[in-house]
């Protein structure tokens, strides 16, 4: 089996920055709330640049550090769950962007687990021999589908992408990896896509209206467990302690999710990258975010030994330990 690296990353977030206060002229809301229910301060919200637009920003960030030209790319995973259109897929549009020519091009639908899933696949596919380079992104505007005049998740969620460039190389980077689904609590997160409408069809068709409907509290219960039993899999599978980890990249949904998950796993929360104080909840992309801004910072270490973990609509779950 082949070794799989992380050979660059890169990230892009809309220019516009939205305060809590900004969103109590929308909606009945406080930054007080925000902040003590959630950890978040500001967003990015996309002022008309779509998934593909903000995605190819921070797939030629990635591919510049990781210095892969287009053409050498062989698969671009895209996971998002807002893309563009129906057809084509996102990939395919970034791919065209790019112009890396040579990409076999698909999007993934993990919602919020959407970069580990994407990551797992171009693991799967590198050691294999199947590819040698492949860019994975994690992309979304989460603010076309959100009821903005929900105050229960508008205040939530952002807009951003995430990239990475995964190669074969002498160093093993991802060690262990681990995902999972539980289809059973689907309607916990959702957003209805178009209903079945054609001539055939007698009853008259639902309203196109996809908007993003949830109940938090099952949401928090669900990822705070599912953290938990992620990065437990995660030290066991590598047989590392959690005293081995040296930092934890989670999915950057709510701080008190986090706090909580720590609680459990009796340490720290000094040890979890934070960033969704800024960026609040970007889905797919948030932990390629944070990953991409923990590099630039220099956070990381050669040598380091650093968990990715995440959970999302679908209810879907997953995470991976990495050498950097
Ligand atoms: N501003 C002010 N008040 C608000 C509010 C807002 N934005 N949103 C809800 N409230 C109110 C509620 O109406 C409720 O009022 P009531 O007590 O009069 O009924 C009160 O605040 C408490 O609401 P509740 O839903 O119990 O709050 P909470 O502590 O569960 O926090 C979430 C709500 C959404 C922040 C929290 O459940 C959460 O983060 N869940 C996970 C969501 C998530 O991560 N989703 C994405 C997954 S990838």
Redesign the pocket.
């Known amino acids: 089996m082949n070794k799989v690296k992380i050979a660059g990353t890169g990230s892009y977030v809309p220019d516009n920055i939205v305060t809590n206060d900004d969103l109590s002229r929308l909606?009945?809301?406080?930054d007080e709330?925000?902040k003590s229910?959630?950890g978040i301060i500001t967003r990015r919200i996309s002022q008309g640049e779509d998934t593909s637009q903000i995605a190819t920003k921070a797939a030629l960030k990635a591919m510049e550090k990781a210095k892969v030209l287009p053409g050498d790319i062989d698969f671009i995973i895209v996971a998002t769950a807002t893309p563009d259109n129906f057809i084509p897929s996102t990939a395919c549009m970034i791919q065209n962007n790019i112009e890396a020519i040579n990409a076999t091009c698909f999007d993934v639908s993990a919602?919020?687990s959407g970069f580990i899933y994407a990551m797992d696949i171009a693991t799967q596919f590198i050691k294999t021999g199947r590819a040698n380079k492949v860019l994975i992104i994690g992309a979304e505007t989460l603010s076309k589908i959100l009821d903005w005049k929900d105050?229960?998740t508008c205040?939530?969620f952002g807009d951003g992408a995430a990239a990475a460039v995964l190669k074969s190389g002498d160093e093993d980077g991802i060690i262990s990896t681990y995902t999972g689904s539980d289809g059973r609590l689907g309607d916990a997160?959702t957003c209805r896509a178009v209903s079945v409408n054609n001539p055939y069809v007698d009853k008259e068709a639902e309203k196109f209206n996809p908007v993003v409907k949830?109940d938090?509290?099952e949401?928090?219960r669900f990822?705070v467990k599912i953290m938990q039993k992620t990065i437990n899999k995660l030290l066991h599978d590598s047989g590392c302690s959690i005293d081995e980890i040296d930092c934890i990249i989670p999915?950057q949904?709510?701080f008190?999710?986090i706090e909580a998950a720590a609680k459990r796993l009796n340490i720290s929360t000094d040890k979890f990258y934070i960033d969704l104080d800024k960026y609040g909840?970007t889905?797919a992309a948030s932990i390629g975010i944070a990953f991409d801004e923990a590099y630039r910072k220099g956070i990381f270490k050669h040598g380091d030994t650093v968990i990715l973990v995440g959970?999302?609509?679908g209810l879907t779950y997953g995470g991976s330990l990495i050498k950097i």
Do not use: E, P, Q, Y
């Not at 909606?27 to 406080?30: E, F, G, M, R």
């Open positions: 909606v009945d809301t406080n709330w925000i229910r959630t919602a919020c105050r229960s205040i939530l997160l949830m938090g509290k949401i928090f990822a999915h949904a709510n008190r999710i909840n889905s959970f999302g609509g």
